[in-house]
Structures are given as C-alpha cells and as structure tokens.
C-alpha cells in the first residue's frame, strides 16, 4: 500500500444495522460503484404494506457519476429493488449467470426486461468498470453462483464480502476461492465489508452436504409420500431432493409458482440436474403409488398462501394430506413467522402427517458464516479496516468482537448505519457525513406514497376501528337537518350495543345543542369537540379508542 | 383398581392443543372439579384485544354440580381468568399460599376480593372436596408453591401433571415429591395428565441453580451498573438477582409495577427473603457508584411499555442506559415476540451496554420438564391411560411418542383438544362427545362482545384503510342535494392523491347519474354499486382494496 492522498467512500443504503435491502455504495475517484439492489418485507406494524426497497434520493441526483450495479447473488434482499431503482437510474447492471438469469424473470414481470443492460460476469473474472478494477471471488451460500468482490484501488483492496459460507464440502464441489482472498491479503486490504448475519453462532455453520444426508436417512425410512418444503431459491437444497427421489426411486413433482419458475431457470441455465422422466406433472400424480412420490414446494415459512398452507389447512386444490406422508420443512424460520410455521405444523400432524422440522439436527443449515468463519475471512483477508456489515447493531457489535479478537484494532473498526459516509484514506477511517436514507414502502402501485401518517391511521383503525358521526347541516342557516348519524366498523358488534350507540348520539345532539343554542357554528371547534366527547364517554363505556371521524356534510 | 362400572369424564375448556388459558373439568360420581382458570394473550390477527379466556358456558349452564376450582399455582395461564368466571360461577378455589396470595392482587384490581372464596391448602395435604379426593403433591416450576395433583376415585388415581419439571438443585432445596408420584404408580393410576409444552426438547431441562452461577459470573465481571430484566412471577430468578448483589456488595432496586407487586406479596408471604438495606428506592440510586447497584425489572419480552424498552429507546422519565451497564435478558422469547426483543437488543447495544441474553447458556433456565424428564414422570406414576396437555397439537403429538417409548399401548393414548368429553372406565377411554368451547375475546371491558365480523373488519382496514362516500338525498324527490364527499384514512395520503380521489368522485356521479336518469332511488343497491364499482377503480389504479363505506343521509 502506498501513501496516497486519495479517499474511498463508503454509503450504505441498505443493509447496514438491519437484515434485508441490502445496497451499498462506494465512491472512488468521484465514480459511483452500487453493489446490490435488495428489498426487505415489512415488519409486522407496517400494515398493508408489500415491500420495503431503500430511499435513493442521493444516487438519483448523483446518476451522472453512478458506473454500474454490481449484483454479488440472486437473493431477493440483493436483487428484489432493481425494478423500482431502474425506473429513476438505469444503469449496466453487472451479475453472474444465475443472478442475471433471475433478474430477467423479475424485470420481465415489471416489463422492465427490453430497458435494462444486463452484464454478465464469469466468477474468476476481473473487470474494470469506470475507476474500479473488480474481482469476482467465488464463495459459497445458500443459492449457487454467488460473489464476493475485490476491489483494487490506489489505497489497497476494497473486500465485499456479501452473503457467505466458507462450505468444505459444497455441491457441485466449489469451495470459497480461498486463493483470491489470501492474494488479496498479501496485496493488502484496506477494509473489509463482511456479512453479520450469523456473528452471534458460534463454531462452523454445517455444510450444505448434511441436508442431503438427513434426506437420504428420511428417503430411506418413509412408506409414504415425502413433501418437501424449502425457499424456491436454494437451488442445492432442491438439487439434493432431487437426487435422494433418484436413489430411491420416485418421482417428484414441483409445485408452487416460485418453485416452478427456479425450478425452470437453474435446469435452463445449467444450475440443476434433473434426468429425463423425473419430473411428474401434478395433474399426474394420482397415477403414482405414494410411496414413489416426492413433492417439491415452498410454504416452509408458513405463508397463507403457500401450497403448503393450503394442504395443512385442507384447502389446496389439487392436494391434500394423506396420513402416512412425511413432509419436511427444510428452512428455519425467519424472525415474525415462528407462529404461522408452528400453525402449519400443527395441522398437518392434525392431517396425519409426520412432520420433519427444525428441531431435527440436519433438516436445514444456514447459509450464512459462524464466528470461526468470520474470523477465517477476517483471518485471509488480513483488512487494516474492517466494516462489518448484513445484521441488525447487535450483529454487528458482535462481528466487531471477533474482529478484536483476531487483532483488529478498535479504532480500526466502524459500526455504520444506513445513510453514514464512511471515508478512509490509507491511514484514517471516520463517518463524515450522513446523507439522508430512509424506507420507501411498497404498497400495491404505490412506492413511496404510504407515510407514517397513513400507517398511524392503519394502526389505530385496527386496534379499535372507527366511528364516523354524519350531521347535515344548513349552509345558509347552520341549522342541523340531518344526523347525527353514527356508523361504526371494527368497533362494536353494533346489534348487540345499541345502547351505546345511542348513547353516543345523545352526547352528540347535547353537544351540538349547546352550540347551536349560542347560534355558534365554528365546525371546525364542533369537530374536534365531538371527537373529544366520543373519545371520554367510549373509553369509559368500554376501555376502547376507535378512531372518531366527524363528516359534516353542507345542503 | 377394582372393576367398577363408575366413570371418570376429563373435558378441557382450555389448554388441550394450544399453549395457555389452561382450563380442565374433570368429573365424577355426576360432580365437576376445576382444575386451573388461564387465559391466554391474543394471536397477532386478533387486532386490538387484550386477552382470552375459555368459554365457560358449559361450566356455567352445570354450575350446581361444581364444587371448587383448584389451582396449580399462580401463573397467569392458569389464574388470570379467574375474575371472569368468578362473575359468573362463584365457587370456592383452593390454592396454595402464594397462589392465593397472587390470586388475592388480582380480584382485588377488579373489585371482586370480597366476594371470592379464597380456601388455602398445604403442599403435602389431602383434601376431600366432595367427591374428589385430592392430593395435593409438591413439584418443581418456574415459579414456587406449585402442585401437581393426585385424585384417588374407585377406578384408580387421576394424575394431573400441570406445569412442572424436576429440579435436582431447585432454590430453596426442595425437589418435586417422588415419593407421592411412586405411591400413586403403586396404588394404580387410571390416567396421567401431563404437561407437553417443552415435548420437543431431548434431555432434562437445566436446573434453576444453573441460572445462578451465571448471574455470579456476570456480577463478579461487570464493572458498571447490572439490569436484570425476568418475568416478574419467577421468584426464584429475583431471589438469585439479589443473592448475586449482596454476594459482590450492590444494592438492588425493583422497577415496573409487576415486579414491585410480586416482590412484595413473595416476600410478605415468605418465598423470598431480602435483608434489610438491601433494597433501594428508584429515586435514590442517584447516590450510589454503578459498581454497587442492580436494577431488577420486566421487559424481557421487549414489551413496549415495560422500563426496559423505554429505558432500551431513552424515553425513560428516571433511568437511562450508560456505558458500562450490563444488561442481562433473564428470559427466552415467548413465540410471537421474537422480533421485539430484538429491537430492544439493538438498542441497547445503540445506547452502549453490554447485552447478555438468550444465545448465552445459562442466562435462562425453562420451566417445563424436556422430554427425559417426561418419560421419569410416566414411570414414577405408571399409569394405565395417559393424555398430553399444555400444548399445541405438535407437542401433543411428540408427548405421545414419548408415551410410547416407555411402554403405553397406543390404544391408551389420547390427544384430546378442547371440548372433547373423554370418558374412561377401568378398561377404556373413549372421546364420546364434543361440548361447545371456544375463546372469549376480552377488549377493553367487553368481554365476549368482539367476535368474526368485528375483528374482520378490524383486520381490512388495517391493510389499506377505508373510504367513506357520503351523499345527502333529499327524502321526498329522491335527488341528490350533496355529495357525493369522499373522505379516506388510513389509504392514501390525500393531499399528494387528489387526482384519484377525484377519479373516484367522478365514478361514483357517474354511477348515481344512471340511477337518477331513470328516475329509480333503490339506495341499498346503489351502495352495493358504489362499493364495485370503487373497488375495481382503486384495485386498478393503487392495487389496494381499502374498506369502502356509502352512508346516505337523507334531508
């Protein structure tokens, strides 16, 4: 490393103190590299919303000097807001085979897919894009064709370590490029950005192998139908389903949009292997003795509306569970869905299943490195900076820790958030500046459009719902000629509380009586007065706040 | 066991095949006996309502053969129902001391102390209440003066297992009573009743001591303040917490109005004992050095309103976070709140502490016997029947297995779920009948006033809000004389959708325009028009289905 004047940036978008939406800029050169392009799904007080996508007002006004979009995977957290984000900023986006090859399907949908300038990139390969001379490293995770970047600069080697496994034994036989980064290490690194997901799990995270090997156990033990529920994009994991239905002689059936579409894109692109007469049409599979079938689908998160679901519930079309299947839910669950996974379980022991879930060693393994692997990339890649990165803050004091423990520093390490500038030089790392970041939520057609004035509203109407009062008045008069009417949903099961409905009104005509007996008609005073009435007297009727809305309508 | 041809009927009102509201009729000789009174805290999906409690109708419409409810200990899943049922079934409930003593605070708070009647008895006694012959037998929990019972009828002993597990090295020294377990197995049990909430988990659940040899690793450690944040009720953790502090020379002081409670009826009552000057009042601790104070208090479960959130978000009026506190999360996350917790972690790491919490061994102990510990009670008591309870249908279904790893024929065991009458006789044990059961729905201070329809709707307009449309008619004519106004909450943010909200004002002219051509005023089918034709224009332009509502006001 040389002493240099010159400085990198580094700009989380996305990612940075949270899980999902991952998206981060690094500025070198005055150039604007974007790595990722990821959504996250809402948590639970967002109601109504679809999707959560960052806010790129700052890469919008800088668009002249943004170069490409470097994608290191085809997750949905790294790839999920390319639509929305190609709409301000269209850009070359550069990616793997299989990251391209589930891009197109998503740009497809939004009818985005003649617009946008897809490179692909081969892992192994070192491109220049503008001022930066990238490295594509191979590494392993829970989707194939995944990398982490090197990025060669005057200051030393910037390393992206995004979503990562240091797998000994993966499929298809391709470990992490451990070459690639121990060169890197000997070039030297000025910092490394590394993947927090996992920084509270001690020891090594299992290899992908041992899924196949409790498939392999289950295979052998089950009489009847196996139902197999994993994400549609750990292609591996389905791969291995595939493999154990081979062994021991049934046929597999795919089922579920999500599934069918990766199903169909990995085979297409070389990612999967399925030999000829496989594969079973559903409509078909009636035809086949239970214990010769395997049906692959996701709703390994318990989604309502997954296949999975609908078969726990008895309510799937084409499918229901018979006892003697065995269904596997191969995933573990992610934060929020514990409850709904815990109800389809439930049910499809209810149906008479067996039911082969997290609980049982091998039935799922992360995708994600443990500490010892952290330590190993840190341990490589010898950083003089490092950044950890993908997590919620305790995630990332964590990886901190076991960046101290291998002899990083501590000022030498920098916990930042969505939206901090991060600027290093060959001998200083400090959070300059912070640019304005935030959620965009994704509400149907709307991006953007639903605040936190909208989701206050949601909030409330859901926790006691609402009670609208109608009162028709006089324009020229201000004479009251109709109403007050009140109306209510999600308050009361109203024929069983007439009463205080009535009682409601009552408060209402006093009030106004009051008023108009003065000849006063601030409706506006009226308004916020009858909110205040209706609030004191349900509250002590009942211990509930609806949402009171007056609507005084003019004749 | 003598033959007989004399019945026993086990019928749950709660806690057969979900986890709390834990509520068992057993009877016999054409009397019914109440074991437990729980309630349980809302799914997610059931917007706005506090809690839920067993539908009792059945209890209520036999109220003349019940004689007592006997409680197993002072859990909120099996007491907190009591001032719901005591409204409508005063009977006598037997309990032990702090049971009571737990059960005293919370009739108190709703007025009905004074009529309760409140019978303690001993750990170790046995009681004839009329026909049931009760012992009432020492075991193990998370909580102390718990019991676990052995009913004596003429077909054998009825073995209700309710939350336990064996400690070797409980606090206080003394061990769930083995020997009244093997007497039971040796007079003969027609059927065990046994709780099935950890059946998922292999081995024995770790003794509470482990608990405290963590707690003094962490105190001898810690060079700042120490917040211990448990469930209020688990006495023996609090007793732990102040057996560290005055071990290492800190003061304790209690915070959050639970812990306070339970603290001071415990100790009043004898289950936990504080030396004098250990306890400091909150306003006080100002005065004392961070090295030499302990903070104990709830919000494990990340509650928002608990001291710890606030303290966590620094909005806290007395206490804030400051570097150098330890914070430890004396809790594992009750399923639903996982996400919770996590946000209070986070931000106690923001705000600089040190956060120890459930990924360390040790920092909680559960209170449920694991699976080893299921299989011990099964051979202690021997009994002829058995039947799982205190779980979801899976666990139920893992406690069978159990059941039948050690020996019961599978055609006597039963997984009954609530409502289910099961009849045994010596030699069989049928489910013969169904009874009505259900959950009331407690919101505010109606209880059983929320059902479907209202919490469907509570459920809408928590997804994309409501559209009111409110038109005047003149009642005579038929014509409009205002309106159509179109007010939204919670759906879009107005002021930046006025073209759509316009959109659908035209729409619905247009609608009313047909209508009053023809001179035809058929009001309930123009709402039902309004309502179509609305939601097909917003679907198409947003996507979104809010909750449309035409009120017509005629003058």
């Known amino acids: 490393m040389t002493k240099t004047k010159e400085k990198v940036r580094i700009i989380p978008l996305g990612g940075a103190g949270e899980i999902g939406k991952n998206m981060m800029m690094i500025e070198y050169k005055d150039e604007l590299l974007v790595i990722d392009c990821g959504l996250k799904f ?153 993947d927090s997901t996992n920084a509270e799990r001690p020891g090594y995270t299992l290899s992908e192998k041992v899924v196949g090997q409790t498939f392999d156990d289950t295979f052998r033990m089950a009489n009847g139908r196996i139902i197999v529920a994993s994400f549609a994009s750990n292609i591996h994991r389905t791969q291995q389903v595939i493999d154990a239905a081979l062994k021991y002689g049934r046929k597999v059936t795919v089922v579920g949009r999500s599934m069918v579409n990766t199903v169909n894109v990995s085979t297409k692109l070389g990612f999967m292997h399925i030999p000829d007469g496989t594969l079973v049409e559903l409509n078909d599979i009636d035809k086949i003795p239970p214990n010769e079938l395997v049906i692959v689908t996701t709703g390994s998160q318990g989604e309502p509306m997954s296949a999975l679901t609908r078969m726990a519930m008895a309510n799937h079309k084409k499918l229901s569970i018979m006892p003697g299947d065995t269904v596997i839910l191969s995933s573990s669950p992610i934060p929020g869905n514990e409850k709904l996974i815990a109800k389809t379980i439930n049910h499809l022991f209810k149906q008479g299943a067996e039911v082969i879930y997290e609980d049982f060693l091998g039935v799922h393994v992360s995708g994600h490195a443990s500490q010892e692997e952290l330590k190993l990339m840190l341990n490589l890649t010898k950083p003089k900076f490092f950044v950890p990165i993908h997590g919620e803050y305790r995630h990332l004091v964590k990886h901190s820790q076991l960046a ?33 970041v935030g959620m965009v939520l994704v509400d149907g057609l709307g991006v953007g459009d639903v605040g936190n004035a909208v989701l206050r509203d949601r909030k409330l109407l859901s926790q006691d719902g609402i009670l609208i009062v109608v009162i028709v008045i006089n324009a020229q008069t201000g004479e009251i000629v109709a109403g007050p009417d009140i109306v209510s949903r999600g308050f009361v099961y109203v024929k069983e509380s007439e009463k205080l409905i009535e009682g409601a009104r009552e408060e209402v005509r ?46």
């Open 42 to 194: 809402p948590e639970e007080d967002m109601f109504g919303i679809d999707l959560v996508i960052p806010d790129i007002t700052y890469l919008v006004e800088n668009k002249h000097r943004v170069k490409a979009i470097v994608l290191t995977h085809g997750h949905e957290d790294h790839i999920g807001a390319l639509p929305y984000v190609l709409r301000q900023v269209n850009i070359p986006i550069y990616g793997t085979k299989l990251t391209l090859g589930l891009v197109e399907g998503k740009l497809c949908e939004h009818g985005l897919v003649d617009q946008a300038d897809l490179k692909e990139v081969k892992i192994g390969e070192r491109l220049t894009i503008g001022a930066f001379d990238i490295d594509f490293v191979r590494v392993n995770h829970s989707i194939p064709d995944v990398v982490a970047l090197g990025i060669h600069t005057s200051l030393g080697v910037i390393v992206y370590a995004s979503d990562f496994k240091f797998d000994q034994t993966p499929i298809g036989g391709k470990t992490t490029d451990f070459g690639k980064l121990t060169d890197f290490g000997d070039e030297g690194v000025l910092v490394l950005l590394s």
């Open 404 to 436: 101290l423990e291998v002899g990083i520093a501590p000022e030498n390490i920098a916990i930042i958030e969505n939206g901090d500038v991060l600027s290093l030089t060959n001998e200083s790392m400090d959070i300059v500046d912070k640019i304005p």
């Open 510 to 555: 006093a009030l106004l009586k009051k008023w108009t007996d003065n000849n006063v008609f601030e409706w506006g005073s009226i308004k916020s007065e009858i909110r205040d009435v209706l609030n004191a007297h349900l509250y002590a009727k009942m211990k509930r706040r609806p949402m009171i809305l007056p609507i005084i309508m003019e004749v």
